[in-house]
């Protein structure tokens, strides 16, 4: 159950981010929700099995070889998360919320050269591209 909320979170997490891009690129709003996400991802680093069914193997009994096992075409296998990738993108996020946009952007360029394979890194390179963009020019009436 608690998986299938998360999933419906981060559904409406990233329909909600279209939109708001399609409109106009409102940067706190995106931050907002990018910690949301965040906080959500450590919340299941802490409790990885939380929401979960327990499957226990039996010392001994026969596994099937990687060759037998099923294959799901166009499935990418799940990528975890590490809970110093998660304080990393925290802290970058936070750094950007508090309008040290500065050192935001250090701190998501050095996620980007540590993590380089991390699952976060789409949103770390949006956030980076969102941070470094020139200001909108004010509208004139």
């Known amino acids: ?3 299938i909320i998360a999933t ?3 559904l409406i997490t990233v329909s909600v981010g279209g939109r708001a891009e399609a409109q106009a690129p409102d940067l706190a709003h995106y931050l907002q929700q990018l910690q949301l996400k965040l906080d959500h991802a450590a919340q299941r680093a802490n409790q990885p099995s939380a929401g979960g069914s327990s499957v226990v193997g039996v010392r001994g009994a026969a596994q099937e070889p990687l060759s037998k096992q099923l294959y799901w075409k166009g499935k990418k296998p799940d990528m975890t ?3 110093d990738e998660i304080k990393a993108a925290r802290a970058a996020v936070e750094q950007a919320r508090a309008g040290q946009t500065q050192q935001a952007v250090v701190s998501l360029k050095a996620f980007d050269e540590k993590y380089p394979k991390s699952a976060l890194k ?3 390179d949006e ?4 941070l ?3 200001p909108a020019p004010p ?3």
């Open 1 to 3: 159950m608690k998986k």
């Open 8 to 10: 419906l979170l981060l």
């Open 81 to 83: 998360l590490t809970t």
């Open 122 to 124: 789409p949103d770390v």
């Open 127 to 130: 956030t980076l591209r969102r």
């Open 132 to 134: 470094e963009a020139p």
């Open 139 to 141: 509208a004139k009436s």
